[in-house]
Each structure stands twice: as C-alpha cells, then as structure tokens.
C-alpha cells in the first residue's frame, strides 16, 4: 500500500469518526447555551435601552415628528448639533456611580452604544468623521465645561495579615448566620485561599456565567499525591492544581499554569487551601478505593517519588465548588457563581468595618505585590496568568510607596510601612451596620417610595370594596390583584432602594467623622498562631442521651482569643425578616419600626399563605435590583465601567442588607421596657432603640443562594462547632471535625441543636424522612425528638418509680382499741390505674392538715411521713406549702408519680429534655441565666423559623417566688399552640382586685395598682407584652360559598 493510499484511509477512518454536523452543534449549544443566552440577552437590553433613550430625547424636543425616523435606512442621520445635545442631555440627566456626575468613560459608552444601534438598524454605519468628532467633543469640551467624573473606584491591597482577619471574620456567629448552610462558608473560604495561594482571577475557580459551564476549576485539575517523608517517617500529601481558562487565552490549550500545594500545620486549617479541598473529597466521596476518613489516607500506598490518589471518574467533569439547593438542601452539580462569590466578598468586608469596598481583586493586588518584593517579573506574570512581557502590572500596583523612602536617604533601619497601605487601614468594627432613625425617616419622605405606594393603597382599597378580602381576590384571579402584588413589591423595593442610597451615604460619613467611637481593638492574632479552643466540637445528640437524667445541664464555653470581629456580646441574636412570599426587603423592617403604623396594615398584615403560590409568583422583571453601595444595577449602571483595571470583573449581582425583625416589638415608638432603671419616658425610648440597633443586624446572602433568610445563631452554641478547627488537635480529628461542620446544609440555627438532620442531607434524623416540603420542618424534628424522649422517659419512670408495688398509702383504723395506720396495699398491672388510684389518694381535704388559723395544707399520709396524732383521732404528717410542693416531695422521698403518662419537660436554655423530678434542680440551675434574658430581652422571648430562639417568660409567674422555679421558668414553648398569649391573658382574666405591674419592684419601677384594663396597657407599653381579649371572629361567607367558622382568636399585634 502506497503513502498515498495510507493516507486516504486513515482521513476516511478520521471521517466516520467525527459526529454529523448536526449533532455536534446540538451538542455545542447544549454545552454554551447557558451563557449565550446570558451574553444574548444583556445585549439586546442593552440596545433597547439606548434605542429607547434616545426616542425619548427626540418626544421631547420635537413631539409632532416620528421619534423614529432616524432609524431607518431612507432617512438621512442624526448631525453633530442634533448629537452632542444629546449627549449634554444624558451628562446631566444622570448620577454617577462614584461622583455626583456621570463619569466620561460612562457617557461614553452610551454614545458608542448608540452608535451600534444605528449601524444596526440602519443597515451601515455612521460617518466616522462624525462619530469621531461627537466622541471627542465629549472627551475634550462636555469634560470641561459640564464638571464629567475622571474618578475611579479606590483599589485598595488586602495583605496576608488582612486575609488571615477576614477569614477569622467569616468564621464568627454573627456571619455564619447569613448563611444558608456551611457549604457557602466551606467554598468561599476555598475561593478566598486559592485567589492568594495561586493568583489566580475569579472566573478561573468559580463559574462566570459570561463563559461555559466547564471553563471553572474542575475536579480533574487536581491532582493528589501521597509522598512518603523519610525524615518525618509519615505520609505527607500534595497537589498540582491546575488553571487550563485563562483570561486572553481560553482558546489555546497549551497556555495554563499548575500551582502545587503542600500542608500547612492544623493551626493554620482555615488558610490551609489543600487541607479544606481534602475534607471536601472526604465529605463527597470523591476518591476511590474507598477512602473515607483522613486515617485512610494517611494509609494508601505511596513512595519517596509520590504515588497519584485517584479520584472518581463520576467527579473528574464535576465543578470543585458546587451549591447546596436553595429549596431542598441538597448538594447539587451546579457550580458556584462567580457573582454570588462576589457578593460574599463584599459583604465581608462591610461586615469587618472596612472604610473602601472589598473585591476580589483586594486579593489579587495582594498577590501582585507581594510577587513583585520577591520574586522575577516573569515569574508573576507567569502566576498571575499575564501573558509573555505583559505590562499590566501597572494596574495592580500599589498607589502607597511601598519603601520608607526617608529612612532609606537617612541610612536607617527601615520602619514598618506595610499597614500604610493596607485593606484594615481606618476600618472600624464600630461601623454602622443598619441605617439610622434619621435615615428611615428620610426614606418614609422619598418620592417614588410615596407615589408606590399610593397606588398600592388605591388598588388595595378597590379590592377590599369588590371582594371584601384579598385572599378572596386572590381565588377569583381578579387581574387587580396580580396589579397589586406587582405595586405592592415596587413599594417594598422602593423604600429599600431609598434605605440602602441613605445608607450608603451614612457608612461613609461615619469614616469621615471628626467624633468616632473609641475603637481600640485588641492585637490581631493571626490565624497562624496558635488558637485556643471554646469548647468541643458539639456532637449529635439523640432524644435518648438528650434526656437528662442528672439534672445537669450545658456548660457555656469560655470567651474566645479569635481576632476581634464587630462587637459581640456573645448575646446579641442575629436577627432578620422571616421569609414572605413577596420580595424579601432588608430595610423594610427596620422602616416598619413605630415610624408608620399604617404602613404594617397596608404592606404587612395581608395573609397569602392560602393563595395559590403560582399565582402570587414574583415577576422578577419588575423588582429593582439594588447592588451593594446603593445604586440601581440597570442597563445604565453595567455599561458604565468606572475602573481601568485591566481584568477587574463586574458584580451584576443584587445585594441585600438584613435589618431587625423584632418578635416583640409594638407598633408605637412608646413601646419600651424598663428593666429596674428609673429615668424619663424620652430616656427610655433612646435606650429602646439604641438596644435595638445593637442587635446583630449583618447582611444577608443573595435571594437566589441563600434560601431562607437568616434569624438567630446562639454564640455558644456556633462557637462549639467552631471547635471544629482547634490548633491543638490532630490531623485525623480535625479532618473528622472539618467534615462534620461543612456537611450542615441547612441553616445552622433552623433547628434546636440535637435535632439537626443526618449530616450532609435534609432528612429528620429521628424518623428518616425527608424535610423537603414540610412547611415547619424545625416542629416536625421537635415533634420527633419528643416522640423518642417520651418513650424513654417512660422507661426510665418505670424503672424509678415502679408501679407494680403495693400502694402504700395510709389510713387510720382501729385496732384492738388502738389507732393504727393501715396501708392500701393494692396492687395494679399498668401505670395508667396506678396512677389513677394515686390521685384518688391525693384528692379531698382528707390529704390536707388545718392549722391553727382554719386553712387547710396538703399534707403526706405515705409512711414514715403519715403519723397518728396524740389524741388519736386524725392522721398527721409534713405539711407543705402547695400540692406541687407535695409533688415534689413524693418523687423524691416515696418515688411516687401520679402522672398517668410520665411526659419530659424540653428546657429551651440548654436544649435538653427534662425528667418530672429533676424539673426544679434542674431549672435552679437556669434561673440567673433567666434573669438576664428578661433584663436584656424582655418576657415575650424571640420567635423565628418555627421555633424558639430565645424563651419566652411569663412576667406573672416568673415573679411570684412562692411557685416552684420549674413553673416560674415555663418557657411557654413555641412547640404547637401560642400557650403564652392564653396564659398571660388567663393571668389577667382571674384579676379579682387592683395590683402592680408583677415585675415591681425587681424590674418596673410603676408601684401603681392597675385593674385589668390598665394592666393590658401597662404590659403592652411598658414591657412589650401584647395580650388583648379574646374575641370571636366573624362569620366571612365568600362567594364559593364557603364560611369562616365560629373560632376564637387572639387578636395580638406581636409577630411570632
């Protein structure tokens, strides 16, 4: 065969090979649709957007002609004059993004925008004289004359010293409450480590949805090897990760740079990028031959030379960081956004009280700077991923001298001039994270936020007049009430969008106060250092080993040594709106706040939740997208680019604030609580909402990463979890703890800690099933947990306080003559009738003794406490002062219950089930804890994800020391009906004469006597307690026919 003929074949072999044209473009659009249809679509909106602009400019200055004349092919183009009127329209009709002006870089991208779309449409392009000369007249003369922005944004350097801070910040209660589950905090922690550990850019780790799926690092550039360390004598394991999407050279394969990876010491484990990929591995299964546990790799094969640990071949094409389901908490094969990672970043560094913003590229200019002290210019362009004698490092360079220039001229010894040009440099962990009263009240003034929702209020009206309630609207798809929501969210997002602009404004003023608050924090430790631990890493309990038989109770854990995040009591609740079916708006419940009650009635008091969900859908299209420093994220604020850095990416991405959403608050500015301090009302009001804004109000994720909005973390409690990464443990139990605490997908404080679901899934860990879709999934694990401690209570009862004994309950009887006391002496088969006959025994004034004054105690006729008095005609025993007291006293002296089915007691200080005779050592131990919660928090507690999150007291009880501490502690659970509003308002019913307020004079200073009525006020006002009567609903016959029954209701104005 010739080389002809060899050739011919080997092309029709190659041939059949490939696939059919088709074929291969399905597959190619199946691959980049995702970001073509991105790409595609910001275009056209951004054309339309010009297109549209610029109609409008001609409507205005000549009404009568066709505004669209220009934009056909027969008509002649717009002039010069026409042009740059246009242009002096759009400089002084728009805001700047950094400056009061538009930037010139700004306008001029509209301008050459319009451009296109006159090429577009017009089948050619402009004159290049013309477009030249419009686009120099305003470079040179509009920059002049009408004031145009040269600014750009700061470019700020993040250290080392300022990484290892940020990392500790991510790691306090505070942030991870704005979290939707730990595997945000695991990636973003990976994102933030490979940034400086690699140089790399954002878009080569994360996915940037302007490219394809794959182009983010994969697990198929990583490489694992296992050496063996002759000089350790143990496994020491590495990695080469390698970057193939480099910027500017995506489409040439052999330019990619490989970055290798060694361990650093576990005191180090949050810094440690190989270290948190390796938990990651363990975590999902990933390597093969079964390697589970960090003992497992510290025993596969390996050499002096290395030896590869393989990795599934099921992963090799799955995405290194992938996102945990908003909905079903599940993790999924959809790769973290870019954008979402960048809003974390942001977030961050407001959360750290940072004066500039934090970006990604805050890494990045970290990295260049440090590769240009110490090491060749090729070698950091070569891991900054800069082409071959690139000259962009002049963007990343600091704009801070770098050298201490003088001591240089002098001869001296150089002197630290580092945090001169730091990221920290003027932060603040004092740093307003709310906006103030002030702020709320200019916002409640701002036009568009006015005239939304007038309309809203209009429209609201009009329903209530033709259907009589929304919900009814809402069954008959009256399209007013689809106009409605749209209005309604346009209103919420435009008192956001007016919150967030003062807000904005206010967080900038605070760093250029001449007056700040004293902000000397402590020395910095960075977490290379040694850090010492608040506790043990906090262990799934099961309702078994979470009933107390001891009566002890969960130890606090000690201050921790972490480097100083924003104040922190290891108190203060995260707090923040519940989730409504509406647009989540961060500022609204801060406004909502006694500054507007009608505002509660007319944006927060309608009640969808029996609407169909589809029908009350949220149009995204008609929200306003607000990006982290204020401004409107529209077609005019993308087309903008008011940086001249080389490769800095653009957030297109919303973000959002949270602000408190109070479960105790009243409608009126009057509501307050004086806790044993006598000064003015004015005083008290300043102290109420001085205490307020000190309440954990850190931002929250972006809608669409973050699921559900974030409530409450107890400090404690997260901060036993954070044991997770103490420096003093090994290798095998940190990796062990790393794996536990990133596996939590869900919200960390959704559930009471013992109840959280199997790690790494959403299913109830008592019954197996699936939490997805169950409305309240906190009380169907509560319910669970209690199901399991019933059953084990019982065991345990029956085992202290046996029931198959003979009853040894007393009688007098004679015999002989003589008085004598006669047991029962019956016997039973089930604790159902021993414990009827027990109460049949405790019942009547034959169980009670008469003392001198008439009145009758319940006594103890059960030996050796039953006696037979001296004259012999009545039995006597101990006398005590209440029937719970004689309860108390047989569980412990006789080991006797009445109770027909033991049930535990769920103690929400320390989360534990409680058996019946330990209630009150057990409760003894809480009752400090509980005056401090009343005397920071109040009576009425916080309510939030279906649970608890700090107890509720009450004040009747709490105060009377007469009553068991067990029953002066009854947290009223949250756990099925609202027993806390029937027993307060019991409390009162039963008033027979005038008292003062229970709480004088420990923690009220009103000594005045208050009959019923005035004693509602009083709680109401005073201590935020919201009772009113009972009353019944109306009859609401709607047009299917269908009524309202007859039911009682508590009509109370506080938000659980």
């Not at 009568?64 to 042009?83: E, G, I, K, S």
């Not at 309309?455 to 798809?477: D, F, M, P, W």
């Not at 679901?757 to 197996?768: A, V």
Request: with cysteine; proline share 5%.
């Amino acid at each position: 065969m010739s080389h002809a003929d060899l050739r011919l074949e080997r092309f029709r072999e190659a041939e059949a090979a490939l696939e059919n044209e088709s074929l291969r473009l399905e597959n190619r659009n199946d691959l980049d649709v995702t970001h073509q249809r991105h790409r595609m679509d910001s275009t056209l909106e951004q054309h339309r957007a010009a297109k549209r602009w610029f109609i409008e400019y001609l409507q205005m200055q000549t009404p009568n002609l066709d505004p669209q004349r220009y934009f056909n092919a027969d008509h002649p183009a717009p002039d010069r004059v026409l042009l740059k009127k246009y242009a002096i329209f759009m400089a002084l009709s728009r805001v700047g993004n950094i400056a009061d002006t538009i930037s010139v870089q700004t306008l001029l991208n509209y301008i050459r925008l319009l451009f296109v779309v006159f090429k577009i449409d017009r089948g050619r392009r402009l004159c290049k004289d013309l477009t030249d000369d419009i686009q120099a007249y305003i470079y040179n003369d509009m920059t002049k004359e009408y004031h145009l922005s040269r600014e750009h944004w700061k470019k700020p350097v993040a250290h080392s010293e300022d990484l290892s801070y940020l990392i500790s910040i991510l790691y306090t209660p505070d942030y991870i409450g704005t979290l939707s589950n730990m595997r945000q905090l695991l990636n973003i922690t990976i994102f933030l480590n490979i940034m400086v550990d690699t140089g790399s850019r954002g878009g080569d780790i994360a996915w940037d949805r302007k490219t394809p799926r794959n182009t983010c690092l994969l697990w198929e550039d990583i490489k694992l090897y296992s050496f063996w360390n002759e000089e350790m004598e143990a496994v020491d394991l590495r990695a080469n990760l390698t970057f193939r999407h480099l910027k500017g050279m995506k489409l040439e394969p052999s330019q990619y740079k490989t970055v290798p990876f060694s361990l650093f010491p576990t005191a180090m484990a949050k810094e440690d990028t190989l270290r948190l990929i390796l938990a990651m591995g363990l975590m999902d299964d990933v390597f093969e031959t079964g390697l589970q546990t960090w003992s497992d790799l510290m025993a596969v094969p390996t050499s002096k030379n290395g030896r590869i640990i393989p990795i599934k071949e099921s992963f090799l094409k799955l995405p290194l960081l992938r996102k945990v389901h908003a909905d079903t908490f599940t993790l999924t094969q959809e790769p973290e956004q870019l954008r979402d990672l960048q809003a974390q970043t942001k977030r961050l560094g407001r959360a750290a009280g940072l004066e500039d913003r934090l970006t990604v590229y805050c890494l990045r200019r970290g990295v260049a700077f440090t590769l240009a002290l110490k090491t060749s210019s090729d070698n950091r362009r070569f891991l900054m991923g800069h082409k071959t004698a690139s000259r962009i490092y002049s963007e990343y360079a600091s704009k801070t001298a770098t050298v201490d220039l003088a001591a240089l001229y002098r001869d001296r010894d150089p002197r630290a001039i580092k945090q001169m040009s730091s990221m920290l440099l003027n932060s603040s962990t004092t740093a307003p994270q709310i906006i103030s009263n002030e702020g709320r009240a200019r916002a409640m003034l701002d036009p568009k936020y006015c005239a939304q929702r007038s309309i809203a209020v209009a429209l609201r009206e009009k329903i209530v007049r033709h259907h009589g309630t929304l919900a009814a609207a809402a069954r008959s798809s009256d399209p007013d009430f689809v106009e409605y929501k749209l209005c309604h969210n346009r209103t919420r997002n435009a008192l956001r969008a007016a919150c967030e602009k003062i807000y904005r404004l206010e967080y900038a003023a605070f760093f250029r106060a001449s007056e700040r608050p004293n902000d000397r924090p402590e020395s910095v430790a960075s977490t290379r250092a040694s850090e010492e631990s608040t506790g043990s890493i906090m262990s799934k309990r099961s309702s078994i080993s979470s009933v107390s038989s001891t009566g002890s109770v969960v130890e606090q854990a000690e201050e921790t040594d972490m480097p100083p995040p924003p104040p922190n009591d290891n108190d203060m609740p995260f707090v923040s709106k519940p989730d409504d079916i509406s647009y989540d708006d961060p500022a609204m419940s801060s406004v909502l706040f006694g500054l507007d009650e009608d505002i509660i009635e007319d944006l927060e008091s309608d009640d969808f939740s029996n609407i169909d969900p589809a029908l009350l859908a949220m149009d995204e299209k008609n929200l306003m997208a607000i990006d982290l420093d204020g401004e409107e994220l529209s077609v005019e604020a993308t087309l903008g680019n008011d940086e001249d850095e080389e490769d800095e990416e653009v957030v297109d991405a919303a973000e959002e604030t949270v602000t408190p959403w109070l479960d105790n608050v009243h409608s009126s500015m009057q509501s307050i609580r004086l806790h044993g301090i006598s000064r003015n009302t004015q005083d008290c009001i300043d102290a109420y909402v001085a205490e307020t804004q000190l309440q954990s109000v850190r931002p929250r994720p972006r809608r669409d990463n973050s699921g559900h909005n974030r409530t409450y973390v107890d400090p404690t409690l997260c901060n036993q979890m954070l044991a997770a990464f103490d420096s003093d443990r090994n290798e095998a139990e940190l990796a062990s703890g790393l794996g536990s605490f990133f596996k939590i997908v869900h919200p960390i404080d959704r559930f009471f800690p013992g109840q959280e679901p199997i790690h790494g899934s959403y299913r109830c860990m008592f019954c197996d099933g699936d939490l997805y879709g169950t409305v309240h999934a906190s009380l169907h694990v509560y319910m669970c947990a209690l199901k399991e401690a019933t059953t084990e209570t019982i065991r345990i009862a029956d085992e202290i306080f046996p029931f198959d004994q003979p009853c040894a309950h007393t009688t007098i009887k004679k015999i002989k003559g003589v008085d004598q006391l006669i047991s029962c002496g019956k016997t039973f088969s089930n604790r159902t009738l021993f414990g009827q006959h027990v109460s049949s025994h405790l019942g009547g004034k034959s169980q009670t003794v008469r003392d001198e004054d008439g009145n009758y105690s319940p006594s103890c006729f059960y030996p050796p406490c039953a006696q037979v008095s001296k004259v012999g005609k009545c039995r006597t025993g101990i006398v005590f002062p209440s029937k719970e007291a004689r309860k108390a006293h047989l569980m412990t002296h006789h080991r006797l219950i009445s109770t027909i089915s033991p049930k535990p007691t769920f103690c929400e200080f320390c989360y534990e089930f409680v058996l019946l005779h330990e209630l009150d050592a057990h409760f003894e131990v809480h009752i400090d804890a509980a005056d401090l919660l009343v005397k920071a928090n109040g009576y009425t507690g916080l309510m939030g994800l279906g649970r608890t999150l700090k107890p509720r007291l009450c004040i009747f009880c709490y105060h009377d020391k007469t009553l068991p501490t067990s029953q002066r502690l009854d947290t009223q659970c949250s756990q099925g009906a609202d027993r806390f509003q029937r027993h307060v308002n019991l409390h009162i019913k039963t008033m027979t004469d005038d008292i003062p307020c229970p709480a004088y004079p420990d923690l009220c200073t009103s000594s005045e006597c208050l009959d019923a009525v005035k004693m509602r006020d009083h709680l109401a006002r005073v201590h935020g307690i919201i009772v009113k009567e009972k009353t019944r609903k109306r009859k609401i016959k709607d047009e299917d026919g269908d009524e309202d029954g007859d039911v009682d209701d508590y009509e109370a104005d506080e938000v659980a």
